[in-house]
Nanobody
């Protein structure tokens, strides 16, 4: 079992930055690939970024590539999403998720989810 708790969301102006954190419980955090997803009102949940269990491999959605950076610290059981150059269209609830084995951009592949944190970008 893995429990995930996101933090770091908030209100920011366009062009600003936020850093989301995902704190995980359990002693096997390092065996899970981690992903970040987001869901805007009236839209489906979409993939944002993912990172392998070791942190050596990352992958991003085209919409955030070059602006967002995913990272993890297995010693601290945390995964982070650094978001720069934020745009109003980045407004959404952001979720972190964990899955055993290799990473995936498909939300259905993930075993555990956090409760989400709201990110609002004003124009």
């Amino acid at each position: 079992q893995v429990q995930l708790v996101e933090s770091g969301g908030g209100l920011v102006q366009a062009g600003g930055s936020l850093r989301l954190s995902c704190a995980a419980s359990g002693r096997t955090f390092s065996s899970y690939s981690m992903g970040w997803f987001r869901q805007a009102p009236g839209k489906e949940r979409e993939f944002v970024a993912r990172i392998s269990w070791s942190g050596s491999s990352t992958y991003y959605a085209d919409s955030v590539n070059g602006r967002f950076t995913i990272s993890r610290d297995n010693a601290k059981n945390t995964a982070c999403l650094q978001m720069n150059s934020l745009k109003p269209e980045d407004t959404a609830v952001y979720y972190c998720a964990a899955k055993r084995g290799g990473g995936s951009s498909w939300s259905g592949a993930y075993d555990y989810w956090g409760q989400g944190t709201q990110v609002t970008v004003s124009s």
